[in-house]
C-alpha cells in the first residue's frame, strides 16, 4: 500500500501558483519524498525529490515540514500543460534494493485557463 | 537524449499468442523495472532488476517472464497472453542503489489488448 495521503483532485487557475499537499505521517529517517506526474496515460514524468530540506528544480519546488509529516509540492506559475496526475511518493527499500515506486492514487490538478 | 524507449506503442492480438515488449534504457541505469497500470489499481510492479543476469520478481509477476541479457535491453515476456493481462505497461530505468537516490525515468508506455 502506498505510505502517502493525497486530495484526489485540485484545480488551479492559469498563471497562479498550485500547491499539491502530501501527508506521509509514516515515513522513516532515511526514506525520501518522490513526486512524479502522469499526463494523460502516458508515462510518469519525474518532478522532484527530497529528504529533510527544501528543494527546487526548474519544474518546481518542493517542501517538507520539519517533521517530515508532510510536503508540499509547488508549481509556481501554473500553465494548461501542467493538467495530470501528480503521485507523491514515499520511496520503498525492500530487501534486496527492489527501489520499488508504490503509487497510490495520485491528485488529479485540472489547470483553468 | 536520454530516453526509454518501449516497442511496440500499440498491439492487439489474441489469446495464447506469445508476445514480447521490448524495453531499451541509452542511460547505463543498472535498474530496470516493469509496471503495469489498470482502472483503479494504480501502477503495480511486475518484474524488476537489479543488473545484468540479475531479475526478481515485483508484486504481479504471474504470467509474464522477463530476460536481462544486456544492460540496455529489459523485454517482457507473455509466453500465452490472457485476456486479463490487458493493460498499460510501462518500463522504466534508474541507477541503482539507495545512496543514489536516483529517479525513475519512464517509457512513454505499451497499450495491449488481449482478445
Known amino acids: 500500500d502506498a505510505k502517502t495521503t493525497q486530495p484526489p483532485s485540485m484545480d488551479c487557475a492559469e498563471g497562479r501558483a498550485a500547491n499539491l499537499p502530501c501527508n506521509h505521517s509514516?515515513?522513516?529517517?532515511?526514506?525520501?519524498v518522490y513526486w512524479y506526474r502522469q499526463i494523460h496515460s502516458q508515462g510518469p514524468q519525474y518532478i522532484i525529490h527530497?529528504?529533510?530540506n527544501n528543494e527546487t528544480n526548474e519544474m518546481a519546488s518542493l517542501i517538507i515540514t520539519e517533521d517530515r509529516k508532510s510536503s508540499t509540492l509547488i508549481l509556481p506559475h501554473a500553465t494548461l500543460r501542467d493538467t495530470a496526475v501528480y503521485y507523491c511518493i514515499v520511496r520503498e527499500t525492500t530487501q534486496g534494493g527492489s527501489e520499488k515506486l508504490v503509487f497510490g492514487k495520485g491528485t488529479k490538478l485540472t489547470v483553468n485557463p | 537524449e536520454a530516453q526509454v524507449t518501449q516497442n511496440p506503442r500499440y498491439l492487439i492480438t489474441v489469446t495464447g499468442k506469445k508476445l514480447t515488449v521490448t524495453c531499451s534504457q541509452n542511460?547505463?541505469?543498472?535498474?530496470m523495472s516493469w509496471y503495469r497500470q489498470d482502472p483503479g489499481l494504480g501502477l503495480r510492479q511486475i518484474y524488476y532488476?537489479?543488473?545484468?543476469?540479475?531479475?526478481d520478481k515485483g508484486d504481479v509477476p504471474e504470467g509474464y517472464k522477463v530476460s536481462r541479457k544486456e544492460k540496455r535491453n529489459f523485454p517482457l515476456i507473455l509466453e500465452s497472453p490472457s485476456p486479463n493481462q490487458t493493460s498499460l505497461y510501462f518500463c522504466?530505468?534508474?541507477?541503482?542503489?539507495?545512496?543514489?537516490?536516483?529517479?525513475?525515468?519512464f517509457g512513454d508506455g505499451t497499450r495491449l489488448s488481449i482478445l
Open positions: 522504466a530505468s534508474s541507477h541503482a542503489g539507495q545512496i543514489h537516490n536516483q529517479p525513475q525515468h
Open positions: 532488476s537489479m543488473n545484468v543476469e540479475v531479475t
Open positions: 509514516t515515513i522513516s529517517g532515511n526514506e525520501y
Open positions: 542511460m547505463n541505469h543498472e535498474y
Open positions: 527530497g529528504l529533510k
